[in-house]
């Protein structure tokens, strides 16, 4: 059984190729002495204005390519462990290069019962950690946060 192939060939005109042949059909017009050749050569610039003119307003605008914008993940932190004593309840959470993250990055609030914390851009991820209705309330103006370097 034989094969079908197919080509595509396109009409071979291109605005680049039909604005060269206005060109040179120009200025053959110009060096041309003849009435007949200069009629002839009136009526194929007519004709290629037209084909580009055509050409021109068939192709789609071409938009401007836009780099991706880099993606942002939302990530919640579930993970954690926990140490108290009478005056500190301790949170340690674990995040990889949170250390290298801007401070301006980071944020953590306060209330009399609860506690979030979040941490923006690190690694294009958002991560959002936070507990609520706490065992006893906290005081929430000595509360705060510190970035240490994993051990």
């Not at 204005?49 to 991706?68: D, H, I, N, R, Y």
Request: proline content about 5%; hydrophobic content about 35%; overall charge positive.
């Amino acid at each position: 059984m034989p094969a079908v192939l197919v080509d595509l060939v396109g009409n071979g005109h291109s605005a680049f190729s039909v604005s060269q042949d206005l060109d040179e059909i120009r200025q053959l017009l110009v060096q041309s002495r003849r009435d007949n050749t200069r009629r002839l050569l009136s009526a194929e610039v007519a004709r290629l204005e037209a084909l580009k003119t055509a050409e021109e307003a068939s192709q789609p605008a071409k938009k401007p390519v836009q780099p991706p914008a880099d993606r942002v993940y939302e990530k919640k932190l579930t993970e954690y462990a926990w140490d108290q004593s009478d005056k500190f309840v301790k949170f340690y959470i674990n995040l990889k290069n949170v250390q290298n993250a801007p401070a301006e990055s980071i944020k953590c609030n306060f209330t009399d019962n609860s506690f979030s914390l979040r941490v923006e851009g690190l690694d294009n991820k958002n991560y959002n950690f936070s507990l609520s209705n706490l065992l006893r309330p906290i005081d929430p103006a000595a509360s705060k946060y510190k970035v240490k370097t994993g051990q």
